[in-house]
Each structure stands twice: as C-alpha cells, then as structure tokens.
C-alpha cells in the first residue's frame, strides 16, 4: 500500500468500472496517496457479484468501455456483442494490469461505517474486520446496482431447498439438471435467466409478477472486420458516446411517431426488431414524451409476443403489459419468451394466483402448492441508494446520511449531499446513471471529481459540501426532467424504488440526458463551483462561487432522455 499508516489522501469505496478509474485519476495524474477498498474478493463491482445464468451486458461491447485511453481501448479486444461477467471481469483485469491498479487496492474489506471528523477535517472509515481507514477525500464508487432486494415473503427461512439472488450469484456452478425450479421476477435479469435454466431444469416455474417487454439481443461473435472497424473509429465512437442523452454509440431518431404512417411505422420497427438491442428504443424522438406515440411500439411488441407464445393464455399474460414501453429499463433477451413454448416450463401469473408463502419444499399461491428444489429472486435490487444505506455514514454533526435522505435522496448533481464535505459519489442518485451506458457517465463523474479535488488543492481550499439552496435546485430538476417523459408513469418502477418496501417513492436518476447533464456540470466549474462551498480553515469566507445563482431551468424540452 501507498502508506502503511493506514492514513491516505483520497479513499475509494468499490473496485469496479468507477473505483478503477478514480483510483488511476487521483493516484496517477494527481499523485494523491490513494486506497481503493473492496467488498468483494476481485475486482469487478456488479460483474463480480452478478453471475448467474445468462447474465450479460445490453450494452454493446465497444461502446461499454473506457474512452480516457485509445491505448487502453485498441490493445483490448471483445469478442462478443454484448459481453457476458467473465469476459468484462477480463476487461477490468487487463486494465487493472495495464494501469497497475492491484497495488492499492485492499479486497475483502467491507466498509460498515464512514464518519466525518470535523476537528480533523478527514473521513474515518470502520470495516467489518475492525481496521480503520483516514483520509482527507471520500469517493464511493459503490454502483447503482449492487445491494440484492430479497423480497419479505414469508417462510423463505422453512425451504429446505436451495435458493439464490440473481445478484450475489455463487462463484461455484449451480446446477439445476432435473431439479424443479421456481424464479421469482421478469426484470431483466430474469428474462436473462430464464432460458439458461431451462436448458437443464426438469421443470422451471417463472413467477411473473410485472409482465415485460423485451427486445432480441441478437447477440452473436463480433467479425475481425467490425472489430477492426471499432478500433479503427475510436475517436468516432467516443464522439459517439459523449453528444448522445443516453451514452450509446447510436443516435436516437429525429423523426417523430405520427411523421410516418403506419406502414412506415411497421418497417421501421421491424427493422430494428431484427437488428435488435436496445436501438429499438432509438426508432423514434418521441417514445419517451408522447404516451400516444409509445402506444404503437408498445401494441408492437406485445403482438410480438403473442405471435411468438403458443399457448394463448401465457401469451396474454406475458402481453399484459399496463406500462410503456422504455418506462422501465427495456429488457433484450435470447429467447426468452420462446422459452415458454418449452414442454418443461410454465408461467405463474400472480395477477391471477398470489404467493401466500414458502413452505419446506415449495410457494403455496392463492390457488395451488407448487414443489420446488431451487428458488431463484430475480427481484432486482435496492437501487441507487440501497449500498450507501448499508453503510453507517456520518458527515457534520454526527448527521446521518440514513436521515438526510430519509424522505428520498437529496444531492446536488448527483455528485454530493449537504452536510458531508469532501464526500463525492460517482453516478450517485440525481445523476443520469441508469439511464445511460454506465462507463460514459462514470468518466465523466471522475474526471469532474478529479478535477475539483485538483481544485482544492491548488487553491487551498479543504473542504468542498454542496449547498442547501443548491441540492434544493437540483432534487427539483430531477424531478422536472423525470416529469416531462413517461418514466415517472410507471408506478411499480425501481427507479422510484417500488420495488423496496418502505423505501421513499422518489424518481432517482436524472432523466434530462448526459448530455445536458454534462453542460451543467461544465457550467457549475464555470461560475466558480456554483452551489458548492468551498472553505479554507484559515479564512471564514466562503472561497467558492457559492452566491452564484445558477439557473438549472429546463429551457428546452426533453424529448431524448436516456433509455
């Protein structure tokens, strides 16, 4: 490690896609002494813990990436479409390799408590095994999809089977070869799931509690010459991924709904059906906006459905979709509704049997016992802000951050919460995060972050905290841009957290794209760190440009959130 006092400049929470990077900004470019800690036994963040069967990216893999190197992105090579964990654990590895990154980063450390001490101005972090860890700078780098939501059903603790959450999957082969299966949840994750495990499963039970609409992925082996052509057009796709709101390398249609007729309309989404990924969602400007507009892609897809499902009955079930389509993240799949034409797998619709509990050896519904081996939760997660509620944090006056947000998440940019200076959060609530290709707003994070701290040391400056007037603002933005789009429509969705029981339904991610999102983040550093307070301990004023006044206004509207 960098100091063996256990007493750094910079620590960093998760080493994934944001801690890697954080941790080669601040260690390299600005020679901090740096500690990255993580949970888990390797690196990886999401993609070490989400394992389970058919697991894959929808991301297209030249585009889910680092873009701060051409050296780093040419000398790697993907192999797939969409690439699975281990290829991306690969990727990690390599760049860890490349960066020499292993070297201070300290796994197996759970960090279960990080308080501000004021006196001191430096953050002190307790793990689980009982170290303790200073430093002047706090990051966490902890991902938006990492706390696994285990519904309360009762009874779970009286199975004498086996049972798994999709998202803390063992690292060991689990084997379902002539066993009774019963998943519970159709998010993405479970339409990933389903198809694997009914490959072997004697009979596979899928609990569909919200029906889903899905894409293909049309995954397959990327050709020598596409790979050759993403080398070859580096700068093009970088270019790419930074002017469009959701952070893929594709742009999203000019073209509005009602433009085309629809016979028009019929091509164009067959078009992209057959191309497949989430560029379905890209068919048209105004998908998001105009719930008319989203009804002739969403009567699309579920007649899809029906024409793939042989049975009527499970087809209707599968299409009784009460959303739009793209109001929840759009899954894509590998023949996952063909998966119900299998002799071996059946559909539960609990809109027409409820689960009464778990009993030793299976879920009593409303209607019916159903005997199980394994259980699978494809219940999704505690997102955005589930990880950073495991953790017991502190800032000024022993407040909690459990309490700040105890009425949903309140945080200026996404980047920091009143009341805990110095602390900085990569892709945190009131960022665009989920709705983006996750590496494009996670260097972004970074580097704004990086450049801040680099800020305040030139300057300085020892303690940078966002405002009250200025998180105020922005938790209003949020919820502004989330109201100009269909997203918030969607009642049982996770990113107001329906999916926690007694989590604050609160719209968490910022919905007015990377883009725009980026500008004002670039306008914020414009106007002095407008809305943070920047102080020093030997001068009382405030050294920061906080009496800016800084128009977060929508002047335009959205009509490309990120998908």
């Known amino acids: 490690m960098t100091d063996q006092n256990n007493s750094f400049d910079a620590i960093i929470i998760g080493a994934g896609f944001s801690g890697l990077y954080q941790l080669h900004t601040l260690r390299d470019q600005l020679k901090l002494s740096t500690l990255t800690v993580e949970s888990g036994s390797d690196l990886g963040g999401t993609w070490f813990w989400n394992r389970y069967p058919g697991a894959r990216c929808d991301s297209e893999s030249h585009s889910y990436c680092y873009m701060f190197s051409e050296e780093i992105y040419k000398k790697w090579e993907w192999s797939e479409r969409y690439p699975g964990p281990e290829e991306i654990r690969s990727y990690l590895n390599f760049v860890a390799d490349e960066l020499n990154l292993r070297r201070d980063i300290k796994f197996n450390t759970l960090v279960t408590k990080a308080r501000f001490i004021e006196s001191d101005n430096k953050w002190e972090l307790t793990t689980e095994g009982g170290e303790t860890y200073r430093a002047t700078y706090l990051i966490t780098g902890i991902g938006c999809i990492s706390s696994a939501n285990i519904p309360s059903i009762p009874g779970l603790q009286d199975f004498q089977g086996k049972w798994y959450h999709t998202g803390n999957w063992p690292h060991e082969e689990v084997s379902f070869e002539n066993k009774r299966v019963g998943q519970i949840g159709t998010g993405s994750t479970g339409i990933q799931a389903a198809p694997e495990i009914a490959k072997t499963a004697g009979h596979l039970h899928v609990f569909q509690r919200t029906p889903n609409y899905s894409v293909p992925a049309r995954n397959a082996p990327l050709s020598d010459a596409f790979k050759r052509e993403f080398h070859d057009d580096y ?329």
């Open 235 to 563: 700068e093009e796709i970088k270019k790419a991924v930074r002017s469009t709101p959701n952070g893929h390398p594709f742009r999203i249609s000019e073209t509005k709904v009602f433009e085309h007729n629809k016979h028009e309309r019929e091509k164009v989404y067959e078009d992209a059906w057959s191309k497949g990924g989430l560029q379905f969602r890209a068919t048209y400007q105004d998908l998001t906006t105009s719930k008319a507009a989203n009804d002739t892609a969403a009567n699309f897809l579920k007649e899809k459905i029906k024409s793939i499902v042989h049975d009527k009955t499970t087809a209707h079930s599968l299409a009784n979709i009460d959303y739009p389509y793209a109001g929840k993240r759009p899954p894509i799949d590998t023949n996952y509704f063909e998966t119900f034409n299998r002799d071996n797998v059946s559909l539960v619709d609990l809109k027409q049997e409820s689960i009464i509990k778990i009993t030793e050896d299976g879920i009593q519904t409303s209607a019916r016992h159903i005997p199980l081996d394994i259980i699978v939760f494809a219940t999704g997660f505690d997102a955005i802000t589930g990880k950073f509620m495991e953790m017991d944090i502190q800032g000024r006056n022993e407040l909690k951050l459990s309490e700040a947000w105890k009425e949903g998440p309140k945080t200026y940019l996404g980047l920091q919460t009143p009341g805990f200076p110095n602390l900085f959060s990569i892709t945190g609530p009131g960022s665009p995060s989920v709705l983006c290709n996750m590496p494009v707003p996670i260097e972004q994070h970074v580097e704004w972050i990086t450049d801040c701290i680099a800020h305040m040391r030139k300057n300085d400056i020892d303690t940078c905290e966002a405002s009250e007037e200025a998180a105020d603002e922005w938790v209003a933005h949020v919820n502004e841009a989330a109201n100009a789009t269909l997203l918030v429509t969607v009642p049982h969705s996770w990113y107001l957290g329906a999916n926690v029981e007694g989590k604050p339904r609160v719209f968490m991610p910022y919905a007015g794209g990377m883009v725009r999102y980026r500008a004002l983040c670039d306008d914020v550093v414009k106007h002095n760190y407008a809305g943070f307070v920047l102080s020093s301990k030997n001068d009382s004023e405030q050294t920061g440009g906080n009496n800016s006044k800084h128009n977060f206004d929508i002047t335009k509207q959205i009509t490309t959130p990120g998908i």
